[in-house]
């Protein structure tokens, strides 16, 4: 009977959660079928782990860090390399109002390093403050200010509308 009530409480979690979990790793990764991926890699580490992630004071911080580590061992991976489609375009989940500046984002977003991304995700996405994001990473308090500084300026970098070249007529 525990066994079942054990499943019953993750199953009930999973179904709340897993659409959360798919949009975070969606927003890291870029790419809908990898975020899949990593948030069912991320749903079978939490089942394993159920019983300590259910007594946590924060099962979604629990299950965001298990998440991230996930996708940053990923990046690590040599198989990641060879495998990433770098030309294709992101699948759209849903029309948005303004769809070229949610492209031109999620490109950019893309185009950050993979920790710079994670503290950008975390920092603007799932709206932690500077200490929760550094608890979640795992580093200092300094260290996220300093990553999310340059991932911003890349960003704006990135972003930043281009002054049309004026065409010459002779």
Not at 12 to 31: D, F, H
Not at 114 to 135: F, G, K, S
Request: charged content about 25%; proline content about 4%.
């Amino acid at each position: 009977m525990a066994k079942q009530a054990h499943d019953a409480e993750f199953t009930e979690y999973v179904a709340s959660r897993s659409g959360w979990l798919r949009k975070v790793a969606y927003l890291l990764c870029g790419e809908w079928h990898r975020a899949d991926d990593l948030a069912q890699e991320t749903i079978t580490k939490l089942y394993v782990n159920w019983s300590k992630a259910k007594r946590m004071e924060n099962v979604d911080g629990y299950a965001r860090r298990v998440l991230i580590n996930t996708f940053l061992s990923e990046q690590r991976s040599p198989w990641w390399r060879r495998t990433t489609r770098t030309d294709a375009e992101p699948d759209i989940a849903a029309a948005s109002a303004d769809l070229d500046v949610s492209i031109d984002l999620r490109r950019a977003l893309a185009a950050l390093p993979p920790r710079q991304r994670v503290t950008v995700v975390l920092r603007y996405y799932c709206d932690l403050t500077i200490d929760q994001t550094a608890e979640a990473l795992g580093c200092s308090s300094g260290n996220v200010k300093s990553q999310s500084s340059r991932a911003l300026v890349a960003l704006r970098s990135t972003l930043a509308p281009r002054p049309a070249v004026a065409e010459r007529t002779s």
